[in-house]
Nanobody, 115 residues
Framework: QAHLAEFGGGLVQPGGSLRLSCAGS????????MRWYRQVPGKERELVAG???????NYADSVKGRFSISRDNAENTVYLQMNSLKPEDTAVYYC?????????WGQGTQVTVSS
């Protein structure tokens, strides 16, 4: 059974950094495009960053230059390094895996940027 588990959320001051991790199990991780989404109450879930099976990366304009996505297929893990955090980055961050019609979500991890 496929499962995604996120780690690394928490409270951080503006300008600080956090590193999120997402560990996958129950599926062939290296075959899947991996993405990070985020959601705040009352708003739609939005794409933050993605990394394809060959390592191609894409980012939302709002995080370009501040966030970096990477993957370690040997560890079945995708990371999101978040630097220069802003209060507007506060959200629940979700990990997502996709291979054609197969799609899995993690349970989410809260990131709060506040002084």
């Amino acid at each position: 059974q496929a499962h995604l588990a996120e780690f690394g959320g928490g409270l951080v001051q503006p300008g600080g950094s956090l590193r999120l991790s997402c560990a996958g199990s129950g599926f062939t991780f290296s075959w899947y495009t991996m993405r990070w989404y985020r959601q705040v109450p009352g708003k739609e879930r939005e794409l933050v960053a993605g990394i394809s099976v060959n390592g191609t990366r894409n980012y939302a304009d709002s995080v370009k230059g501040r966030f970096s996505i990477s993957r370690d297929n040997a560890e079945n893990t995708v990371y999101l390094q978040m630097n220069s955090l802003k209060p507007e980055d506060t959200a629940v961050y979700y990990c997502y895996a996709q291979n054609w019609g197969l799609r899995y979500w993690g349970q989410g991890t809260q990131v709060t940027v506040s002084s």
